[in-house]
């Protein structure tokens, strides 16, 4: 057969999204599948059982990070590797991740049921605990792998409720017994939905992005004075919940101040002691900025900050500021893009280079082996919510052309 | 003996009050003795005993109200009744509520010892659930029994784990037999701390309010929309958290603008989903307006609605406003005030004329009885806080007032 004619079953991969969204399934249409909780055992096993359905090498490594390897011709080769998370927001979707897996999964079916050979083995994986939603930081399972994060210290990690990330993926039955451990690897891909609303906006089927965004986390803490509301005049009061209104506004302008693609965002706030009469005397909050420039995003926190504390002396508050996490912008390889780029072209499919404002696996895998990932349009740029969405026929078309990744890159020596 | 120089007993008013302290005590300083928990059984309970030494006759109403009356010469006359309340803020001060409670408990005693007799009865009261923190709304006791609000619908208020009201009450053995109901009452007195700090920026030890300042709430809910912070394009968000920090600095600019004693504020907010990479999507936040001109606060929050609806608009945002609760300004009773000024004089204790701007059990007495308050300095002007403090010398000085008070009032035909 000629390979360049052979595409995925759109209707398997479809089968298989669907069966999957009823895992943790919403009454908003969304999917409620935490990193090790019961519904991300009850998605691994159901993965579990399809990749047994076909000759793989199944291993499960010490972080639950998942391999199911497809033996090549020359399995001394180094693998090509694909694939993402199953875990997913508190409320999500049903494409976020679990796309990535199941657009991988669908190769190797694909790949499976036509018998081809590939000179090297195929990896498809489903990386633990992306989110981070659950246990911090993100990107858990890949970080360890990589070797940017240290294995007993995310063991360690507690949810809201006290319980231990390590304690929690054993319970599941998915700590295994694989050193968790970077190993080479030829091509990584991940298929993912966009999470933003360029693609839809250009009309383009397929995104390529270069690279990741750089990505600064904080959290800020303005301490102020509680105080009965009736009795005490606005004058001399010190109302933190003010000066953090003040700061987010702050922060909110200061993309559109600094030009390039820059983001800032405040998504979680806890105000104390959040009483409807009492003036409030502290407010915890967070900001996210990313940008391609990593030195721009720095420079515009340097002036943030210096905002902050101006508003919190004005406003007779004390500010506390955490730099909480940070990664710089991640360019993915030439060459995998490129390749990318000619096979949406041969498949006949819009395309649209970009930047991906969120951060995913590939970004540590890029610090690992060579690295490319192909988005899906999302339907109203919509992510992260029960209502996220993405039309079949795009599911089919990012997974013909991450097909066609693996299958050129698995095919060269 | 000369009625004027009885003095009440400083010392046992500070242990009785200290004694208090102890029933839900916290780490840092304060109490925490919500209404009709186990700590407001026990804080009762130690009522309860000291009254039943003196010659009273005790009652108990459906509402968890406790009077204690002690007989005048003549009994058809009507009493003289002074109160406040037991419970407290969540991790709340050791005077507020309190002293007046234990200060018309000491003015008891001190009639008592010394043998005095009154020509009316004079009865104290404590009131169930002024706070209105875990139930709300506040002030619920007094409001009943003034035949302000509904005793079954109160009965049905929950709490945060959706606890009944009127289970609770029966629960800590305090749902009465008394028909809750208001009855003919010469003159209401209530001590309390000012909650405020203009009495001791004035450097005056007894504060005579002339009145409780108008309270006008509104719940409002901000509708953006919820995504993923990392591709979404600062253009074309519909961010709630950034409108409601417009807002909420827009209505903490609004009592300079509107002039009057006007205090406005936002105490509480909620953000959903909350989550630090994803756009909050909603918020929920209160709003609290007080002025003694009533007129002027229902103009000023006609005004601070448009701007509402306009930033939301502006914001691409929707927004939801209920008006939650509202009490016209209240004026105390000038015969009262007047006795207390006397009263203060006559002590040689310095005064201050001024507004509550608390709501108080007080405001409800009021609607049906000629009423008076008597404020001592808070040091700091800090309440509803742990830190929450008075000086025993001034605890002392205002339950002199409050005893000639009681006196005056209830040696009268």
């Known amino acids: 057969m000629d390979v360049k004619s052979l ?30 909780s019961d519904e991300d055992k009850q998605a691994r096993d159901l993965f579990l059982g399809w990749l047994q359905e076909m000759d793989v090498e199944i291993k499960i490594d010490e972080m639950g990070n998942m391999f199911a390897q497809r033996a090549g011709k020359k399995n001394s080769l180094s693998p090509v590797l694909s694939g993402s998370h199953i875990d997913s927001q508190p409320k999500g979707g049903r494409f976020d991740g679990i796309l990535g ?30 989110e981070g939603s659950r246990f911090a930081p993100a990107m858990a399972g890949s970080g360890v792998w990589a070797g940017k994060l240290d294995r007993d210290w995310v063991y360690a990690r507690t949810d809201i409720q006290g319980k231990k990330f390590g304690e929690e993926l054993k319970r599941i039955g998915y700590r295994g017994q694989q050193p968790v451990k970077k190993k080479p690897i030829h ?55 003010c000066a953090a209104a003040e700061m987010i506004l702050k922060l909110n302008e200061l993309p559109a101040g600094m030009g390039g693609n820059m983001v800032a965002t405040v998504g979680e706030i806890h105000n104390f002691p959040n009483s409807r009469n ?17 030195g721009l995003a720095i420079r515009a926190w340097k002036e ?21 996490w940070s990664l710089e ?11 990318l780029e000619g096979i949406t072209e041969q498949l006949a499919y819009s395309k649209h280079s970009m930047i991906s404002g969120a951060g995913h696996d590939a970004g540590y895998l ?10 899906v349009p999302s339907i109203g740029g919509r992510s992260h919510v029960e209502v996220e969405e993405t039309k079949w026929e ?7 052309v991450l097909l066609h990744g693996i299958l050129q890159s698995a095919l060269e020596e």
């Open 7 to 36: 595409r995925i079953n759109g209707d398997r991969l479809r089968n298989t999204l669907e069966e999957m969204a009823k895992i943790g399934a919403t009454a908003g249409g969304g999917v409620h599948r935490l990193a090790l």
């Open 101 to 130: 897996v199941m657009g991988a999964l669908e190769v190797l079916r694909t790949i499976h049921e036509n018998r081809l050979e590939t000179k090297r083995p195929v990896t498809v994986v489903d990386w633990t605990n992306e």
């Open 187 to 241: 091509a990584y891909f991940e298929l993912h939905i966009e999470q933003g609303p360029i693609l839809e906006e250009e009309g383009k089927a397929i995104g390529l992005p270069k690279g990741i965004i750089g990505l600064y986390w904080y959290d800020v803490t303005v301490e102020g004075q509680a105080n009965q509301v009736g009795p005490t005049p606005m004058e001399g009061r010190r109302d933190a919940l």
């Open 278 to 294: 009492i003036i409030p005397g502290r407010v915890d909050f967070t900001v996210d900025i990313r940008s391609w420039d990593d």
């Open 304 to 324: 943030v900050r210096k905002n902050f504390e101006q508003i919190a002396g004005k406003r007779g508050c004390t500010i506390r500021i955490d730099e909480t």
């Open 329 to 339: 912008h991640t360019t993915f390889d030439q060459k995998l893009l490129k390749r």
């Open 366 to 375: 890029n610090q690992v082996a060579p690295t490319a990932m192909i988005f």
């Open 394 to 400: 795009d599911c089919e078309r990012g997974a013909n």
